[in-house]
């Protein structure tokens, strides 16, 4: 099994002792870095290319959030799992939309640290269980999930793919498609379900526990 190598964010001394401690007793991965600010983490990411980062979403200097932006744009292929006290969905809608892969609350972090990284690294999206439920009856009733609105079998496996976090790229080679042509079928389902952002492929995944599912 390959190794995952983990970098730290977060300006709590005190929460990144605790979060060091649970990634070093995992035996699959490697702390290869931590930062106490925005900046400071933006360098380790350029420098060491981890496969997570593990950031909090309030820093000094670059937010988490400004830092998911960057990175997600500029280096996909490092994955972000984001650590905070926010239980607010608005939180949750900005994270996911900018292209974080995770989105784990703090106070949840002794029990589900180590299987969130797992998930994320594996390809998938993890939201803490303790608010997915909230996130899931935001959307506004039946409607907003599209009851009712029949998806085709290849609409439903790429729009199930995009909610586990998978890109265009990945969907098309895991189903033996063109680009263009999952491009199409996701439009195509996004557009019979109303859904018009990630956030909101993702909560209709979690309306479906499509999830924990890959």
């Keep these: 099994?390959?190794?995952?190598?983990?970098?730290?964010?977060?300006?709590?001394?005190?929460?990144?002792?605790?979060?060091?401690?649970?990634i070093q007793a995992a035996p699959e991965m490697d702390l290869i870095g931590e930062a106490a600010?925005?900046?400071?983490?933006?360098?380790?990411?350029?420098d060491s290319q981890p496969d997570v980062v593990v950031?909090?979403?309030?820093?000094p200097g670059l937010t988490g959030l400004e830092l998911v932006q960057r990175v997600g744009h500029e280096h996909a292929a490092v994955r972000m799992l984001v650590l905070t006290v926010h239980e607010d969905r608005a939180y949750v809608q900005k994270v996911l939309s900018a292209g974080a892969r995770g989105y784990l609350l703090k106070r949840s972090a002794a029990e589900e640290l180590v299987r969130a990284i797992r998930a994320v690294h594996a390809g998938g999206l993890y939201v803490d269980p303790a608010i997915a439920g909230k996130f899931v009856q935001s959307g506004g009733g039946e409607n907003a999930l599209g009851e009712g609105l029949g998806l085709s079998e290849r609409e439903e496996e790429v729009l199930k793919l995009a909610a586990q976090g998978h890109t265009n790229k990945e969907t098309a080679a895991r189903l033996g498609l063109s680009i263009k042509t999952v491009e199409s079928y996701k439009?195509?389902?996004m557009e019979k379900l109303g859904l018009k952002t990630r956030a909101e492929i993702?909560?209709?995944g979690l309306a479906r526990d499509w999830l924990g599912e890959n």
């Design 55 to 59: 950031m909090d979403i309030s820093m």
């Design 187 to 189: 439009a195509r389902a």
């Design 1 to 22: 099994m390959p190794r995952i190598r983990v970098a730290l964010a977060d300006d709590h001394p005190v929460v990144l002792a605790g979060i060091k401690a649970l």
């Design 202 to 204: 993702v909560r209709y």
């Design 37 to 46: 600010d925005g900046h400071a983490a933006l360098k380790l990411i350029l």
